[in-house]
């Protein structure tokens, strides 16, 4: 069976434009992945050249046209600036599953953009791809993410133990789920 492609939406919310990434992003996207701070609790360690970015967004790519996932580079409206990314990988049109993850940089923290990107890019997925299981990772560390994934009415469903090794260092993740029938669809209505 030929891989069908699936193409990277465009979404907007009250503060945030979410949108396929472009070459012109490697740089913003560098700065975010090289920041040790940024990727503390992250499950590999920073970038150190820029090679990385251009690869990234060449993977978002390719997801795209092999139609496994969704990566979406995130913009403020206010001011237009990039302050992440959130994406939907590793999608099984079989068992109607995907897994969630995001990153933003540290400016960009405690003003609700994590929550308010996923439930976009969630409701898309949920429409759109007829989901009926996300799952996403956190560490244990990682209370801020735990909120938000909370906040999204994902489950914890239990601990993946001593799962990450990043410069040596060992830590734990918690593994949520959301399932479709828990989602609250808060009768938004689609964009089109």
Same mark, same amino acid.
């Given at each position: 069976?030929?891989?069908?492609?699936?193409?990277?939406?465009?979404?907007?919310?009250?503060?945030?434009?979410?949108?396929?990434?472009?070459?012109?992003?490697?740089? #913003?996207?560098?700065?975010?992945?090289?920041? #040790? !701070?940024?990727?503390? !609790?992250?499950?590999?360690?920073?970038?150190?050249?820029?090679?990385?970015?251009?690869?990234?967004?060449?993977?978002?790519?390719?997801?795209?046209?092999?139609?496994?996932? #969704?990566?979406? #580079?995130?913009?403020?409206?206010?001011?237009?600036?990039?302050?992440?990314?959130?994406?939907?990988?590793?999608?099984?049109?079989? !068992?109607?599953?995907?897994?969630?993850?995001?990153?933003?940089?540290?400016?960009?923290?405690?003003?609700? !953009?994590?929550?308010?990107?996923?439930?976009? &890019?969630?409701?898309?997925?949920?429409?759109?791809?007829?989901?009926?299981?996300?799952?996403?990772?956190?560490?244990?560390?990682?209370?801020?993410?735990?909120?938000?994934?909370?906040? &999204?009415?994902?489950?914890?469903?239990?601990?993946?133990?001593?799962?990450?090794?990043?410069?040596?260092?060992?830590?734990?993740?918690?593994?949520?789920? &959301?399932?479709?029938?828990?989602?609250?669809?808060?009768?938004?209505?689609?964009?089109?």
């Amino acid at each position: 069976m030929a891989p069908m492609s699936l193409p990277t939406p465009t979404l907007h919310t009250a503060g945030l434009r979410l949108r396929p990434f472009t070459d012109a992003d490697a740089d #913003a996207l560098f700065a975010l992945h090289s920041s #040790a !701070y940024v990727l503390r !609790y992250w499950d590999a360690p920073p970038w150190s050249e820029r090679a990385r970015a251009e690869r990234f967004i060449a993977a978002c790519r390719q997801m795209a046209e092999e139609g496994t996932g #969704a990566r979406l #580079a995130m913009d403020r409206v206010s001011d237009g600036a990039f302050i992440g990314w959130c994406g939907l990988t590793r999608w099984n049109p079989l !068992y109607r599953s995907a897994s969630l993850g995001y990153c933003l940089e540290d400016a960009a923290w405690g003003h609700g !953009y994590a929550t308010e990107a996923a439930r976009a &890019l969630l409701q898309w997925a949920f429409d759109t791809l007829d989901l009926n299981r996300v799952q996403a990772e956190t560490d244990t560390r990682n209370l801020a993410s735990a909120r938000v994934l909370e906040k &999204l009415g994902f489950a914890r469903e239990g601990t993946l133990r001593e799962d990450c090794v990043v410069n040596g260092e060992v830590s734990d993740s918690w593994v949520y789920g &959301l399932i479709r029938r828990e989602w609250p669809s808060s009768g938004s209505v689609p964009a089109r």
